[in-house]
């Protein structure tokens, strides 16, 4: 059992410990809007329902408690360096929900920013991904792991470029 603080509640929440068990996401995208620290200010029905927590488990939440920890941890690292830069990322990500069990999305994190084009926090979008992709991305994330290599990359992950003002709201 993992145990995380919901900063706008102060209220303890839980999730399981990864489960032998995960399955690829295939319905409409997730939404969550994060502030500057990675807490989650807004979050869709559809990520409510997927996650297993409840809204106001997940509003206040850490984005870090959907993190499944048999990702590598080096490309969670990319991201936030990437997006911490003001750059929108890309990448394949297994989640993890209340009950411990693992979903593969495709996963775009933008910074949004305000009138005065400052940021002001992160909309990540998780899309149903590309199926016969996904079976090669997992076989690199385990040579990822296996590797221990703190610096290694992966094709299927980094920088997007959205356009000019692609992440204006």
């Known amino acids: 059992m993992v145990t995380f603080t919901n900063v706008k509640t102060g209220e303890k929440i839980s999730r399981r410990d990864?489960?032998?068990e995960e399955f690829i996401y295939e319905g409409k995208p997730l939404l969550v809007e994060t502030d500057m620290d990675?807490?989650?200010t807004y979050a869709n029905r559809r990520f409510v329902e997927v996650s297993g927590y409840?809204?106001?488990e997940v509003i206040g939440s850490p984005h870090c408690v959907h993190m499944h920890p048999n990702m590598p941890q080096v490309i969670f690292k990319e991201a936030c360096q990437k997006?911490?830069?003001g750059k929108t990322w890309s990448g394949y990500?297994?989640?993890i929900s209340k009950e411990g069990i693992g979903y593969w999305t495709e996963l775009t994190i933008q910074p949004k920013r305000n009138d005065a084009d400052e940021m002001v926090g992160f909309m990540a979008t998780r899309r149903?991904?590309?199926a016969d992709k996904l079976e090669k991305v997992i076989e690199?994330?385990?040579a990822i792991r296996a590797s221990g290599d703190a610096n290694a990359t992966s094709q299927y992950c980094g920088e997007v470029f959205m356009?000019?003002?692609?992440?204006?709201f």
């Open 163 to 168: 356009g000019r003002g692609a992440c204006q």
């Open 93 to 95: 990500v297994c989640n």
């Open 128 to 130: 149903a991904p590309d």
């Open 38 to 40: 990675g807490v989650i």
């Open 18 to 20: 990864a489960q032998d």
């Open 140 to 142: 690199e994330y385990d």
């Open 83 to 85: 997006t911490s830069e």
């Open 54 to 56: 409840d809204k106001d």
